[in-house]
């Protein structure tokens, strides 16, 4: 937490903090820019898969630039929140599918061009973006649902794939939680609680 308030306050500011000082007069500093990571549970895979391909196609999309704010992708206004397509794509570091499954088909982002067009973007503004599948046996291994393991394991080669073409600006990383367990519901519910994001 030090470091974000670091990054939000004026060094002496931050300092003040340190030392145990006052710090209701808090300063935003342009050149450490708020982080955004995005976080996906269950079905909430569904939405990460919408946001994603969204931000692969801004660049089809007229412009939401909101004419106040800065074009370098800054924030004025607000500090933390974006306030145009643009700038929420610079901000975005990592994206975390985390047990994500549906009963049907589409809980990962299976589109060849959408990830394709992400890896784009992300080597074209040279900022990293970091993409970390975290599961447990209750959504990977179901014998019932095999097509959960099948869509995670698609997204994953795409995005090693494009990661290799992206100079490192592009990351993906896999993670297993309870990998030695037999499936069950409790399991889904636990990796909230174990769950490694760094």
């Known amino acids: 937490m030090r470091n974000i308030f670091q990054c939000l306050l004026s060094p002496q500011r931050a300092k003040n903090i340190d030392q145990g000082g006052d710090h209701h007069h808090a300063s935003y500093t342009p050149s450490c820019p708020p982080k955004t990571i995005i976080l996906g549970f269950s079905k909430g895979g569904v939405v990460i898969n919408q946001l994603v391909t969204e931000l692969a196609f801004a660049d089809d999309i007229q412009s939401t630039e909101d004419p106040t704010q800065p074009k370098d992708g800054s924030f004025c206004k607000n500090p933390i929140l974006p306030s145009s397509m643009e700038s929420l794509f610079d901000s975005i570091s990592e994206i975390h599918y985390v047990d994500v499954g549906l009963n049907s088909p589409g809980a990962y982002l299976t589109d060849k061009t959408v990830i394709e067009r992400i890896a784009v973007q992300v080597i074209r503004k040279e900022k990293p973006m970091r993409f970390v599948l975290h599961g447990t046996p209750r959504q990977w ?5 095999v097509w959960i393991r099948e869509e995670k394991d698609k997204l994953h080669q795409l995005l090693e794939s494009e990661a290799k073409k992206s100079g490192g600006r ?18 889904h519910f636990e990796i909230i609680e174990k769950l490694i994001v760094s």
């Open 141 to 145: 291994r179901d014998p019932m649902r």
């Open 170 to 187: 592009l990351q993906v990383c896999e993670r297993m939680y309870f990998a030695n367990e037999s499936p069950n519901l409790q399991m």
